[in-house]
Structures are given as C-alpha cells and as structure tokens.
C-alpha cells in the first residue's frame, strides 16, 4: 500500500491510500465530518480509476490533475472545500487559446487565426488567474508551439501554484522540443486523434501525413519524460464502428499514459453540427471501456470527461471550474461554450469570472451545458457561427 499526503489545514488532514485494487481519499480532524460529502464523491469517482504512477512520494493520478502531493494539488482541494463550505467558486483549470494552428480540421474552435491579445496582457493575466487560485493552466488551441513567446509564458508561471500543459497537434513536437518543454517545466503535453488509420486523422486534419507527425510527436514527448495523454473526441461513428478500441489499442502501442476520451460538441464554426452528438447507447460503451482499462494492470489509463462532469462527480465544469481565454481577449466558460462574458483588456479577470459563476446556468451542479438541447436552443442555436462568441448581455 502507498499512502501520500494530500492536504494538511486548520483542522483537517487528506491522505490518499493506493493498493493494488483500489484509490480512496480519507481525512482525520474536526473538519472532517464537513468534507466527508466532498470524499465521498470523489472516492466513488476513484473506483475505476487506475493511477498513471504511485511510489511512497508521489502518487499521478492523472495528466488533468496535479501529482499528490504537490502545492497545486492541496490548492486544488482548497478550492473544493471552499466551494463546498463557502459556496465560492474559483478557477481551478484555465485554457488559453490563443495561438495559431498548423493544420486546418473540418471541427475547428479557433475565431481568428492570430491573437489580438499582447503579450503583456497574457503575462498579466496568467499572473491574475494563478491569484484566483488556478491550479491548472493549458496552452490550447491551436498550436502552442507557433507561439515565440511560449518558453516566456510558460517561465513567468509559478509551478508551485500551477501545472501546465501543452495541447498539441505534434508536426512542431520534435525531440528538441520536447526536451525544452521538459526542461521548463511543463507537466503534459495532450495531442489529439481523430482516427486510428493514418488516411481517415489526415483528412480530418486537412494535412496529409498528420498522423505519423502526432505519433512521433507523441513518442518525443515520452522520450523526454513528459506526463502524455492521447486526447479524442469521440463521435457516434468512432464508437460503432469499433475504431475507439483501436485508437486505445495505438495508445498502449506508443505507450502514452492516458487515453482522454471527451464527447464531441457541435460548437464555435460547428455549432449546427448536431449528428456529432452521443446518444446513451455511445456513452454506455465508453464507459466499458473506460472501466475494463483503469481496471487492466496493462496499458494506458483512460479519462472520460462525461464520468468527470457527471452530476454525481463534479458536474459541468463550465463556469464553475473551468475559464477560457480565446484570441479576441474573451473569457468564455470552457472551450466549447461559446459565451463571452468580458474582455481581459477592459476588466479584470475577478470582474469576470464573478459575473460567470453568477450566471443562473451554472449554478448547480448539472452535466455538460453543450450537450443540453434546450441549453443549446435558448442560449446558442439562434446566433449564426459567424457572430460566435455571444455576448453575454444578449442572453441575459
């Protein structure tokens, strides 16, 4: 049995227990009692989870989650018990789009191929969200890696706040890049799949030889030792006709930690795209999946944002955990909620973030807003793509 210290504060003390069959949270002190609600959903999360390491000094559950124990990691209870027994939110995972991309996707969330947002203005922000308690920060869409400033960013970041990762579609991911992410301190780097045979991940991504370039990217990233997740959006297509099998099948094969399978969402210049879409039967499969892995010794772990986001887990994490900076200066609730509830060039991001955690959707604990058919009609299906993101005061 490992046992790892995750928490220690006024009258509370978390530790997590790793044996061979099971992940349990547990906590003495007389705050206990107050925050065994908190553990107790999180241990039923736990129960088909498998961490990516645990030694007798650090326990990785996750590429999404910081290593226990670590500074980010007991921020990041903070934060839960202050929503619990205060009922304050906080940003706890930010991602920050504004890069351009080296491919061109048929499914693509970018508004505007280069970033109006200065340099200065991303080095103030990064310092305002790390105030707010952010315990996660992700340099996303399109790709990071464009960016000459990115080492810059990613060096003005206090690691014992925060970790961070790189979102990658891999064509820049080469050996001596890899070794500079490491080398600055970078947690994970998360390159998505489209498809596990090379023709079907290229076209998607409008670049021919895509494929092989994420892989190798991958397989560099690895070599470095870097935290690696293959990421997926999943579509009823990939889960009929088997291919999510094989994508994990390629995920052990190249030995990346974790899987991340995430329910595809028809937004941003996609938005009416609504045969991308889950039904029950979907998510049912994923979730057999999801359990046979983190529940196998042999290879990789696998996330599923819909067990993460469920109403019994965390819920939606939109507005409540999650904030998202895009090319414009906008903050919207998480990358697939086109709403934009104001600009970091005209207020602060405290302004901002309080006016989104006020908003009446996003005040209890629900499943995933985008995928809310009548979220989706009253709030999003009426503004065309081109006048995407939507401001806030025109649906309030």
């Known amino acids: ?22 992940i349990e ?11 065994f609600p908190l553990l107790r959903r999180i241990n039923k999360m736990l129960r088909y989870e498998k961490p990516i390491r645990a030694t007798e000094k650090e326990v990785v559950l996750s590429t999404w989650l910081p290593p226990i124990p670590s500074e980010p990691f007991q921020r990041a209870i903070k934060a839960e018990i202050d929503m619990l027994l205060k009922k304050r939110p906080s940003p706890q995972v930010v991602s920050i ?11 693509c969330n970018i508004v505007k191929p280069e970033s109006e947002v200065t340099a200065e203005e991303l080095l103030n922000f990064l310092a305002q969200i790390q105030d707010l308690g952010t315990v996660s920060i992700g340099f996303a ?41 490491k080398k600055h301190g970078v947690y994970a780097v998360i390159t998505g799949i489209k498809s ?3 023709e079907k991940h290229d076209a998607s991504r409008g670049f021919k030889g895509a494929f092989y370039k994420a892989v ?7 070599d470095n030792g870097l935290l690696v997740s293959m990421h997926t959006h999943v579509t009823p297509s990939l889960v ?13 094969k190249i030995k990346v930690h974790e899987l991340t399978i995430w329910d595809s969402h028809p937004t941003w210049s996609y938005k009416d795209r609504k045969d991308l879409l889950l039904e029950r039967r979907h998510r049912e499969n994923i979730i057999a999946l999801y359990k046979e892995a983190n529940t196998s010794k042999d290879g990789p772990r696998v996330f599923y944002n819909a067990v993460f986001e469920s109403p019994k887990s965390f819920g939606c994490m939109a507005g409540r ?33 309080r006016r989104m955690y006020k908003f009446k959707e996003f005040r209890s604990k629900r499943p995933c807003v985008m995928l809310d058919k009548e979220f989706r009609s009253k709030y999003i299906d009426s503004f065309p793509a081109a006048d995407l993101p939507i401001n806030h005061k025109d649906i309030i």
């Not at 049995?1 to 099971?22: F, S």
């Not at 789009?97 to 499914?107: G, H, I, K």
């Not at 890696?145 to 080492?151: A, E, G, I, Q, T």
Request: net charge negative.
């Open 1 to 22: 049995m490992v046992e790892v210290k995750a928490y220690r504060g006024r009258g509370l003390e978390i530790w997590l227990e790793v044996t061979e069959n099971r």
């Open 25 to 35: 949270l547990k906590s003495s002190g007389w705050l206990s009692k107050l925050v």
């Open 97 to 107: 789009n504004v890069a351009d991309c080296t491919l061109n996707c048929a499914e």
């Open 141 to 181: 869409e399109g790709d990071p890696l464009l960016r000459k400033d990115l080492f810059k960013l990613i060096d003005c970041i206090n690691k014992r706040k925060s970790i961070i990762s790189v979102f990658t579609p891999g064509p820049l991911l080469t050996d001596d890049v890899a070794a500079r992410l």
């Open 196 to 198: 596990a045979v090379p």
């Open 216 to 222: 190798k990217g991958m397989q560099n990233a690895v």
């Open 240 to 252: 009929e006709s088997g291919e999510l099998f094989d994508i994990y099948q390629l995920a052990s």
């Open 321 to 353: 955990r999650w904030l998202n900076l895009i090319h414009s200066g906008d903050l919207t609730p998480c990358s697939y909620v086109p709403i934009s509830f104001g600009n970091i060039k005209d207020e602060k991001v405290e302004t901002i973030w």
